[in-house]
Structure formats: C-alpha cells, structure tokens
C-alpha cells in the first residue's frame, strides 16, 4: 500500500518501522476502516493536517457566498432567485458543519477565522476569480459545484468520523447546486445567440480555475502520500482532475458548448481524455493573494467578523452572567 502511495504521490511516508507503538496502533484501526473519533488518540500531524484541511473547506464554504451572493438581487427571475438564495444559504450551513468538524480537533471557530483573516489559512483558490454575469452562476453550479462533488463524495469515506458524516450532509445539497447551474446554463445555451455567447465566456473563464480546484498535479502536492496513507483523502489530486474531465466534456457537448482545449482528445482505449494543465503559474500566484479577487474577498470577511464583534461580546456576556448567577446560586445553596 505505501508503495503504491509512494509511487502515485512521488512522495514517502513513514514506514511501519518508524512508527511508535501508538503509530501502528493508529494505522492499523485506519486500514481497517475504523474511524477516527475525536476522543482517540492520533498523531499531532494528523490532527494538523485535518485542522488544515476542515478549515480550508469550511472557509471555502462561506467566501464561496459571495461570488454568489453577489448574483441574489440580479437574478432573472423570482424563481431563479429563490433558488440562488437557498444555494447560498447550503453554503453556509455547510461552513457551519464544517467549522464543528474541525472545532472537536480542539481549535475554536475564533481562532481558525482569525487565521484566516492573518493568511495563515487558506480557502479554496477558484473563489478569487470573479462572477462577470449570470451565465457564471450557471458555470459556478455546472463545474465549481460538480468538481466540489468530484473531490467530496469520496470524502464521505475519509477516516476521520465527524469530517466523514459533515461530508455526508454536504454532498447530497451539493447535488442540488450542481443540477442547477447545469439547468442555468442550459437555458443561457438554447437561449439567443447572445446568451448562448455568454454560456461559452463563462465555461472559458472558469474551465481552468475548476481544474485547479483539485490542487496542484500529484508530482507537486505536498500533502497528497501521507493524507492517502491516513485516508484522510482517498485520491490523489490528478485521479480527482482526470475524472472530473471524463465526467465535464460530454456535459458541455449536450450544451452545444466547446471547451477551452485545443488538446482535448478521447482516447478509445482507456475511456479517459487528454487535456490540457492549467497554469499552475497563475494558481500559486492566487496562492500567494495576487488573484483577480483575493483582497475583496478578505476585506468582506474582515468586514463581517469587526460587523460581528458586538453580537460575540454580547453572547460572551451573557455567557459570563449566567456562569456568576449560577456560581452565586450554588454557594447560597451550600
Ligand atoms: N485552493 O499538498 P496539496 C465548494 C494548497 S468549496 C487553495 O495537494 P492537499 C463550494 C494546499 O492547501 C470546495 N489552496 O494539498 C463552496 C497546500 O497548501 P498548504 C472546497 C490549495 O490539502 C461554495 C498546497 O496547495 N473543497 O465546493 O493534500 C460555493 C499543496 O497542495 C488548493 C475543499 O476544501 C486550492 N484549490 O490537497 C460553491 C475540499 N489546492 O495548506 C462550491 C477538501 C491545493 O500546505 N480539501 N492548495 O499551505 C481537499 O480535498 C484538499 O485540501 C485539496 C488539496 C485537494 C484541495
């Protein structure tokens, strides 16, 4: 099994024989499928890596709101807004699980926010490129959405238990999204030929960007050989692009559409299609902040947390309060 890790990843893990006695302990429940759960022991590094990991996927889910959020009072019409207005809300509930997910890792909403907002964690890079006009909330939905599920559903099966079960909740909402940014761009697609030119900018402009979403190629990932090992993710950055392509092409082909790739070619063979990388110069420059939309986004989340300052203060008194009259009650009682 390492060996293959090894293999796919091009990078190692540690072997069975430099495992300390809890280490391989801890291995052997994750091979055997046992989940994890937050009173057992785990490595530090397993702890961190989910922390990591949790965070950046709950983060993702709330700044994920605003390149939609933004379309809400635009939308076509009433029924298309009552749809979008429920998407978002999806999205925040799934932040809030998420947030839960991590919060039992022993870190604190607080303090992963204010990571965050410091740079010390990360969100998802394709929420830095800009939603231009309606046809992008389809594209959002069709290839954000369904690469979001590419990567997800075999999280479901990720050995830490409370990811795995907030992965479950997630995934059957995220279903919805995808279908209605298909049905989006279905529309704009049989629509006017300017529409249908709208369809084909959005599906140009996010192409790329959802193919990063899985992360840098397998010989880059950094992280990829000892979360498999862990089965904290189950694939490896390239198998999860590879599908999503596979699954993508004939999608657009039934929308009339062209995706963006000269290179795009089946091969009969195998059943998989060749296509071309993005441009990891660009992803790690988002990765870096210097993407099309990085400092909108943090200055609307600064924004929402200083927004919120009075109403954490206001929860943290009553907090206090209720702990004193409750203290003095006892003591008169004793
Ligand atoms: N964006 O070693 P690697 C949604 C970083 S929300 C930014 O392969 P790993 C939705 C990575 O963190 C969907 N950073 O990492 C919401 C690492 O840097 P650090 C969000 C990225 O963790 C609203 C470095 O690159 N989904 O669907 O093994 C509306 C090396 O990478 C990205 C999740 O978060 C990226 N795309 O694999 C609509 C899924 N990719 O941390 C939709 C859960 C890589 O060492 N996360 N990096 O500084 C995962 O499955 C994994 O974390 C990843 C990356 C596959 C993303």
């Not at 559409?257 to 089946?266: A, E, G, N, R, W």
């Not at 902040?289 to 939309?293: Q, V």
């Given at each position: 099994m390492y060996a293959q890790m090894v293999k796919s990843t091009g990078k190692g893990v540690k072997t069975r024989d430099d495992m300390t006695e809890e280490e391989r302990h801890f291995q052997d429940k994750v091979d055997a499928d046992i989940k994890i759960e937050p009173r057992d022991w785990m490595p530090e590094e397993y702890r961190k890596t989910l922390i990591r990991q949790i965070g950046q996927h709950a983060h993702s889910e709330i700044v994920g709101q605003l390149p939609e959020g933004n379309w809400i009072t635009r939308a076509p019409t009433l029924e298309r807004k009552a749809i979008l207005l429920a998407k978002v809300q999806d999205e925040a509930g799934h932040g809030l699980y998420l947030y839960c997910a991590a919060e039992t890792l022993g870190i604190s909403r607080d303090e992963m926010t204010e990571m965050l907002l410091s740079g010390r964690m990360k969100y998802s890079s394709?929420?830095?490129?800009?939603?231009?006009?309606?046809a992008d909330i389809g594209a959002v939905g069709w290839l954000v959405d369904g690469a979001a599920i590419m990567n997800q559903v075999p999280l479901?099966?990720?050995?830490?238990g409370p990811y795995s079960r907030a992965m479950i909740r997630i995934c059957k909402e995220e279903s919805f999204h995808q279908r209605q940014g298909y049905d989006i761009m279905m529309k704009m697609a049989q629509g006017s030929p300017a529409q249908k030119r709208m369809a084909q900018d959005a599906l140009n402009r996010f192409w790329y960007p959802s193919l990063m979403m899985f992360g840098p190629s397998d010989k880059e990932s950094v992280h990829s050989a000892q979360s498999m090992a862990w089965k904290i993710k189950i694939n490896t950055n390239d198998e999860l692009r590879q599908k999503f392509v596979d699954q993508t092409v004939p999608q657009a082909e039934y929308l009339g559409?062209?995706?963006?790739?000269?290179?795009?070619?089946?091969n009969e063979e195998t059943g998989h299609y060749a296509f071309s990388e993005p441009d990891w110069t660009e992803f790690f420059n988002v990765l870096k902040?210097?993407?099309?939309?990085n400092n909108e986004r943090l200055e609307a989340r600064q924004k929402a947390w200083e927004d919120g300052q009075w109403v954490r203060d206001g929860m943290l008194a009553h907090a206090r309060k209720k702990a004193a009259r409750a203290g003095a009650a006892q003591m008169a009682a004793e």
């Open positions: 394709i929420f830095n490129y800009p939603t231009l006009t309606w479901q099966r990720t050995s830490y559409l062209t995706i963006p790739d000269d290179k795009l070619k089946l902040g210097n993407g099309p939309c």
